[in-house]
């Protein structure tokens, strides 16, 4: 008996820790009084990357793996595949971004595609041979000007359509695994094994790094409505810094204990209203701006791993999947 004892002191002492460690998360969340996202499933095998809407929000446009271009006329409910003829090369199209009829595609291997006619034409513009990194984030700004930045934090901005592109940065960041552009023109990246996060804003040389608060390696991170930060850490963990200042991030939460374990991107539908996606059909939902916490268990079956939020307006967002899978907003109000 006495040797049975210390193993389970030692299980006692971890469940201890365990609790203590989530003592602000619950085993389970309390369900959504109604389901907003409408399931949207299309013939492909692609993992979706990004969407993005003219300035007529019916008609938009989804990239991702293998080449896939897919355009919808009636706000996201249907997609139609568009064929680019780029050879025999397989691309990963990363970012797609419009301002007007005008828009930009990035991909990797180097790709940089641009249309002036609302995506009825793309031509193709050349990239430099000695771009540093692969195209990330593409960002269309005015008629002929937008802004590029590669998946090792060189920022580039055109303003003649693509022709030249000028270098807002002096150095790289190094590989990044996630990384996102606010309105003003501010970035925030996540290194690519999550040991640390970078910041930038315009003006500055240099990206400037920060360390994470604790040893929970990062997942991904972006900018709240009012101009402040979050993160996502391994584990679920979610961490909000109002100001957006290294010194000012708040305690670390943990919304969900028991399913909280692969949380991987989070948008704002509104400046209190908050979505989370994750794993296997994971998606979390506050509506106080990350004080509470709900579960839409309406879509958990959906055989999907939910990677990326983007909401065009309030009314039109879209949670990108794998296998052809897609969740498009169609809900109006908040979420009670």
Same mark, same amino acid.
């Given at each position: 008996?006495?040797?049975?004892?210390?193993?389970?002191?030692?299980?006692? @002492? /971890?469940?201890? /820790?365990?609790?203590?460690?989530?003592?602000?998360?619950?085993?389970? #969340?309390?369900?959504?009084?109604?389901?907003? =996202?409408?399931?949207?499933?299309? $013939?492909?095998?692609?993992?979706?990357?990004?969407?993005?809407?003219?300035?007529?929000?019916?008609?938009g446009w989804l990239v991702g793996s293998r080449n896939t271009l897919?355009?919808?006329?009636?706000?996201?409910? !249907? =997609?139609?595949?568009?064929?680019?003829?780029?050879?025999?090369?397989?691309?990963?199209?990363?970012?797609?971004?419009?301002?007007?009829? %005008?828009?930009? /595609?990035?991909?990797?291997?180097?790709?940089?595609?641009?249309? !002036?006619?609302?995506?009825?034409?793309?031509?193709?513009?050349?990239?430099? %041979?000695? #771009?540093?990194?692969?195209?990330?984030?593409?960002?269309?700004? $005015?008629?002929?000007? @937008?802004?590029?930045? !590669?998946?090792?934090?060189?920022?580039?901005?055109?303003?003649? +359509?693509?022709?030249?592109?000028?270098?807002?940065?002096? *150095?790289?960041?190094?590989?990044?695994?996630?990384?996102?552009?606010?309105?003003?023109?501010?970035?925030?990246?996540?290194?690519?094994? *999550?040991?640390?996060?970078?910041?930038? !804003?315009?003006?500055?040389?240099?990206?400037?790094?920060?360390?994470?608060?604790?040893?929970?390696?990062?997942?991904?991170?972006?900018?709240?409505?009012?101009?402040? #930060?979050?993160?996502?850490?391994?584990?679920?963990?979610?961490?909000?810094?109002?100001?957006?200042?290294?010194?000012?991030?708040?305690?670390?939460?943990?919304?969900?204990?028991?399913?909280?374990?692969?949380?991987? $991107?989070?948008?704002?539908?509104?400046?209190?209203?908050?979505?989370?996606?994750?794993?296997?059909?994971?998606?979390?939902?506050?509506?106080?701006?990350?004080?509470?916490?709900?579960?839409?268990?309406?879509?958990?079956?959906?055989?999907?791993? #939910?990677?990326? /939020?983007?909401?065009?307006?309030?009314?039109?967002?879209?949670?990108?999947?794998?296998?052809?899978?897609?969740?498009?907003? +169609?809900?109006? *109000?908040?979420?009670?």
């Open positions: 008996m006495r040797g049975l004892m210390v193993p389970l002191r030692k299980l006692v @002492a /971890i469940a201890a /820790i365990a609790l203590l460690s989530f003592g602000c998360a619950q085993a389970f #969340l309390p369900e959504t009084a109604s389901n907003p =996202w409408q399931v949207v499933s299309i $013939d492909t095998e692609a993992t979706f990357s990004d969407v993005a809407f003219s300035d007529d929000l019916d008609h897919l355009e919808t006329t009636d706000g996201g409910q !249907t =997609w139609t595949p568009r064929e680019l003829n780029l050879g025999e090369q397989r691309y990963t199209f990363m970012s797609v971004s419009f301002k007007g009829k %005008e828009g930009w /595609i990035v991909g990797q291997p180097n790709l940089l595609l641009h249309t !002036t006619d609302d995506g009825n034409t793309w031509e193709r513009l050349p990239l430099s %041979e000695k #771009l540093p990194g692969q195209p990330f984030l593409i960002t269309a700004l $005015d008629s002929g000007e @937008a802004e590029m930045a !590669t998946d090792v934090g060189a920022i580039y901005r055109t303003k003649d +359509a693509g022709k030249n592109w000028k270098a807002m940065v002096l *150095g790289a960041v190094g590989v990044v695994r996630n990384m996102t552009r606010s309105a003003d023109g501010s970035y925030a990246a996540v290194s690519s094994r *999550g040991n640390f996060y970078s910041t930038w !804003t315009p003006g500055e040389l240099e990206w400037e790094p920060h360390n994470r608060q604790n040893s929970r390696r990062l997942q991904s991170i972006g900018f709240t409505p009012g101009g402040g #930060l979050w993160l996502i850490a391994r584990g679920g963990q979610l961490q909000f810094s109002p100001t957006g200042t290294e010194e000012d991030w708040q305690d670390p939460i943990a919304p969900e204990f028991s399913t909280s374990w692969g949380l991987l $991107d989070m948008a704002y539908r509104t400046p209190d209203e908050v979505w989370v996606s994750g794993g296997s059909g994971n998606l979390l939902v506050s509506t106080d701006g990350g004080t509470t916490w709900l579960k839409d268990k309406a879509v958990e079956d959906v055989p999907t791993n #939910l990677y990326r /939020i983007v909401f065009a307006s309030p009314e039109r967002g879209f949670v990108l999947g794998q296998r052809g899978y897609l969740l498009r907003y +169609a809900g109006s *109000g908040k979420v009670a």
